[in-house]
Every structure is written in structure tokens, then in C-alpha cells.
């Protein structure tokens, strides 16, 4: 018996959704990204005006200073959608899990010199409160925030957040067991040093504008926190002084802000440019929050002993400065 195989090419009647395909073209196939990005905001149908709210629709863009003509002028450089994400995080989540197995294995922890492992926990193990209130504030973001191309990365942001501080937490209990949280909490309670930042993170919590809170949280806080503690402080100081353990433990927070970032620098463009008022707002936010984050920081950059604090905040707010200029900001 004879088999003739042959191919056959079926062309699709439609290559996306009608609301995608009015954002790309008919005839252009999307990806991923765009089919679960685009257009997703909830506009029309809704039953009340909320009545803790009542001047705003559920979903409302008059929330913020921020104006933009279309919402979805947004993109996020990563490409993240929920799978885009999940599968994105499960590679790192195994990396850092090997981190933490190779040196609980080889008892690293254990090797290093009691003073640098009270440094490490005295600098790390607080900063489990500001990354709880990054998780807070993203979901904020996203509740308040309008289209789905500026709120959707939010919430993952969120969820790393909350993971950042359960890495904190892994690190508290490898070098100190439960009285170093507990330390940590009293710590970021009562100890001077950080209530400057105790204090920033609270009053965020009220910021009704959420691009304010994206700016605040997002951008000035978070741009200016891991560049200085993981970047600067753990990779260039600690790491020198014998804690190349404690680098290999915080390598996802390091490598998580390089990539986080350029979805907040893609953000801030594009908002920036999209008006002078818009522009104008921005600087204004980042002046106001950026100098209250780097005020904030510098009692927590003292931490470190033998470092000159003040020349190494300044190195990172130079920076942070630079990084925003690429973005078409100036302060």
C-alpha cells in the first residue's frame, strides 16, 4: 500500500482579535504579549460609581495628574504577560534556590566572621518591611492605575516584592534564626537609623495618584534602595571584605533590578514625552520623592562601617540623575 503524504497550507481567516488587530493590522499575526495586553481595561458597563469614590469610575483615568491620549502607548520592554512572567521567574527562582542550597550545603554561612554577618543582617534584614510595602503599592498601582500595558506589570512587580522579602527572610534565618527577625522588627521600629525610611514607606501608602505612587515607589525609592544596598553596598563593599556568600544569597535582588529598570525607564519615556505638562509633573514628583528617598537612605548607607557614606549616596544619586536624563527627565 502506497502513502502520499503532502502538506497542505490553511490560511487563517483572521490572525488576532478584532481589538488587537485594530492596534497592529488585520493582516499581521500578534504575539502573545499583545493579545494579553492590549485593550483589557474594563471601560463600559459598570453598575455604580464606587461609593467610597464617588467623583470616579471604577476603572478611571482622571485619577491621575498624568494624561495620556492613549493608555496603551505603554510597553513594557520584557515582553511580560502572565506566562511571559511565570516562566521568566521560575528560571530565577531555580538559580537562586542553588545559591542558597550551595551554601547551606557547604556551610558558607557559618564561615563568615561574625562582624561582617551582624553588618549583613543589621543592613538586610529590615529592608523585609520596604519590600512588603513595594508588594502593597504595586497592588495599589494596579487597582488604581489605568489600562492594562501600565497596571499588568504592577502586579508581577507586586509578587517580587513579596518574594524579595521572603528571600530576606531566608537569609535572617541562615545567618541568625528567629532573634534576628525579631531583632529586625525592632530594629525598623525604634532604631533612629531607620526611621527616615520607615517613614517614607508609610506615608506612600496615602498617595491617592497612582503614577505618583509609581514614581515614589517605583522609580525614586526602589532606583535609588537597590543600587545602593545590593549594587553598591553587598557587590562592591561587603563582597570585598570576605561576604562573596552573602552577594551569591542577594543575586537575585541584583539581577532583578537590572531588569525591572528598564521597564521603568520605558515607562517614564514614554509618559514624558507625551506632553510638557506631563513632563513637568514628573520632575516635580521626582525631585520631591527622589530627595526624600536619597535622605532617607544615607543613615542606612552608615550601616557599613569604614565607608565614606556620604561620597557613596552621592555616586548613587549621580546615577540616578543620569538614568533619569536617558528617560528625557531633568532635574
Sequence with gaps: MHIDLRTVSIKPLRQTFDHVARRIGADKPASRYQEGSFDLQATTNFHYRPTWDPDHKLFDASRSAIRMADWYAFRDPRQFYYGAYTLARAKQQDAAEANFDFVESRQLADALPDELKAQALALLLPLRHVAWGGNTNNAAICAYGYGTTFTQPCIFHALDHLGIAQYLTRIGLLFGDTEALAEAKRAWLEDERWQGLRRYVEDSFVIKDPFELYVAQNVALDGLLYALVYETLVDDVLATRGGTTLALLTQFMTEWFAETRKWVDATLKTAAA??????????????????????ALLPIARIVPDLDSDAVMSDVVQQFNARLAKAGLSL
Excluded: I
Excluded at 276 to 294: D, P, S, T, V
Design 274 to 295: 507625551e506632553s510638557a505638562e506631563n513632563k513637568a509633573q514628573l520632575e516635580k514628583w521626582l525631585r520631591l520623592w527622589g530627595e526624600r528617598a536619597a535622605a
